[in-house]
């Protein structure tokens, strides 16, 4: 027989351990901007609650359709020393062009790239999808 506290902290870890579950398999809000999201747990031990919380990172998307940015030009902020993470999807084929850093990475009709690099040179630069000429992002880097 379990005294009523363990019960209790055997309860409550079932509970955090639901919450938790929960928010794993509905996922975040489709906001998809660098902001993150937040996620809070509780657990009870011996009488003890325990909270955490982590931050995570969404990385920014852009999302190609017709040619164009969904949403228009994608406003991409970092500081220098940063790693700069993005992901492109495309309904058309073209080279993602990052003016600058001078990365280029072929997307297909239908599929993404993904960047990540260090945030190295200060300034303002464009990316685009080189074919077209056509800007989807503007990648700042500040001190």
């Given at each position: 027989m379990r005294s009523p506290a363990a019960r209790i902290a055997i309860g409550l870890a079932a509970l955090a351990a639901v919450v938790v579950l929960f928010i794993v398999f509905t996922g975040g809000d489709d906001d998809n901007d660098s902001k993150g999201s937040t996620t809070t747990t509780q657990a009870a031990q011996g009488g003890t609650t325990t909270t955490q919380t982590q931050t995570v990172e969404a990385t920014p998307q852009i999302t190609i359709r017709g040619g164009?940015?969904?949403?228009?030009?994608?406003?991409?902020?970092?500081?220098?020393?940063?790693?700069?993470?993005?992901?492109?999807?495309?309904?058309?084929?073209?080279?993602?062009?990052?003016?600058?850093?001078d990365l280029k990475e072929d997307v297909p009709a239908g599929g993404s790239v993904r960047f990540s690099f260090p945030?190295?040179?200060?300034?303002?630069?464009?990316?685009?999808?080189?074919?077209?000429k056509q800007q989807i992002a503007q990648l700042k880097v500040e001190p």
């Amino acid at each position: 027989m379990r005294s009523p506290a363990a019960r209790i902290a055997i309860g409550l870890a079932a509970l955090a351990a639901v919450v938790v579950l929960f928010i794993v398999f509905t996922g975040g809000d489709d906001d998809n901007d660098s902001k993150g999201s937040t996620t809070t747990t509780q657990a009870a031990q011996g009488g003890t609650t325990t909270t955490q919380t982590q931050t995570v990172e969404a990385t920014p998307q852009i999302t190609i359709r017709g040619g164009k940015p969904v949403g228009g030009i994608k406003k991409l902020d970092y500081n220098k020393g940063d790693q700069v993470k993005f992901i492109v999807t495309s309904d058309v084929a073209d080279e993602i062009h990052v003016h600058g850093y001078d990365l280029k990475e072929d997307v297909p009709a239908g599929g993404s790239v993904r960047f990540s690099f260090p945030a190295s040179i200060e300034g303002v630069f464009e990316v685009e999808l080189e074919d077209r000429k056509q800007q989807i992002a503007q990648l700042k880097v500040e001190p």
